[in-house]
């Protein structure tokens, strides 16, 4: 099965909408952003998120923060995993305590070979962690949720040896497509859901229903 993460939340009823619609995460994001959320809405939200019977997995995304910072947030709002999006070392995301996903943007034309020599790198210094990590386009300056495509070939090339995360410009419309094209472990959006920079729940619905169709053909 496909996992899917709705990144950017940040009302308690788009949180409870990926949840009924059948998400597997939401990503709530730390890092200065037009999604930004402070500790005490995410609090609110995870605590919304929690009392359903069926709960999702919620990711806090960080971006060049301290260490000792993104640890004191996930454990104050009971978060399940860190995303770590900026340009943090391997040997920073060892001092995380939560299960981890760590963001590796790609560009287009660039080797295979130098991002799993990267990722196999994380692999052996986070051996101890759980871990996952996330593609997303590489854009000067920004740290995601651009609604960039990225490049499909490499990533598919790179979801052959690792457990991957697909993100970049993905929408309900593209999004079979690219899990048919990359095969990854779970898919990301943020701005695919959106209208006018707000999540649109019919948007939500769309895009976990693309994903489920893709996963009930290959049953």
């Not at 496909?2 to 619609?21: D, F, N, Q, Y």
């Not at 495509?149 to 970049?168: C, H, K, N, Y």
Request: proline share 5%.
């Amino acid at each position: 099965m496909t996992r899917v993460k709705i990144c950017g939340i940040k009302e308690k009823a788009h949180a409870l909408a990926v949840i009924e619609a059948g998400g597997d995460f939401i990503g709530l994001v730390f890092a200065p952003s037009q999604r930004q959320v402070t500790p005490v809405q995410a609090r609110q939200i995870v605590s919304a998120v929690k009392s359903c019977s069926n709960a999702t997995g919620v990711v806090g995304v960080f971006v060049n923060m301290p260490a000792p910072e993104v640890n004191m947030i996930a454990n104050s709002c009971n978060l399940d995993w860190v995303q770590l999006s900026g340009d943090e070392p391997w040997e920073y995301c060892r001092q995380i305590t939560k299960p981890l996903i760590k963001a590796v943007r790609i560009r287009q034309g660039q080797r295979p070979e130098q991002i799993c020599t990267n990722l196999a790198t994380g692999a052996r210094i986070l051996s101890s962690h759980e871990y996952l990590y996330l593609l997303d386009s590489q854009i000067k300056g920004k740290y995601g949720g651009t609604g960039i495509t990225s490049d499909w070939s490499l990533a598919r090339q790179v979801a052959e040896q690792f457990p991957v995360i697909m993100a970049g410009g993905l929408t309900p419309e593209n999004v079979a497509q690219a899990i048919e094209m990359v095969a990854p472990w779970g898919v990301d959006v943020s701005s695919g859901v959106e209208v006018g920079g707000v999540k649109d729940i019919v948007k939500i619905r769309a895009f976990i229903e693309a994903v489920r169709r893709v996963d009930d053909s290959k049953r």
